[in-house]
């Protein structure tokens, strides 16, 4: 029933920034941790960053913590994944995902929708 649309991706160069969203449907959005995933050519899906239902509480994987902000609105059904100093490591399909529970979690088991991704490609 819940549907999950991310947008935002697209060329970027190093250094450069890119701001992605997810819009999502379904009546529980406040009630359930968001999160950002990636997965890079030839590697599994990583965690990136995940936020609780109230927005309260952030987790972000070591490789883009200080970089990546997840941010969240509610009234909006939004998710966003802010990304500075973009670099040729964050190179990915960026998929958004709802939780199962509302608390935060990096273990991609703990959430059961997915959108279909967004395509980020950093290059000189």
């Known amino acids: 029933q819940v549907q999950l649309v991310e947008s935002g991706g697209g060329l970027e160069q190093p250094g450069g920034s890119l701001r992605l969203s997810c819009v999502a449907s379904g009546r529980t959005f406040s009630s359930r941790a968001m999160g950002w995933f990636r997965q890079a050519p030839g590697k599994e899906r990583e965690f990136v960053a995940t936020?609780?239902?109230?927005?309260?509480?952030?987790q972000y994987a070591d490789s883009v913590k200080g970089r990546f902000t997840i941010s969240r609105d509610n009234a909006k059904n939004m998710v966003y994944l802010q990304m500075n100093s973009l670099n040729s490591e964050d190179t990915a399909v960026y998929y958004c995902?709802?939780?199962?529970?509302?608390?935060?979690?990096?273990?991609?088991?703990?959430?059961?929708?997915w959108g279909q991704g967004t395509q980020v490609t950093v290059s000189s």
């Open positions: 995902a709802r939780g199962v529970y509302s608390g935060i979690s990096y273990v991609s088991g703990l959430y059961d929708a």
């Open positions: 936020i609780s239902g109230s927005g309260g509480t952030k």
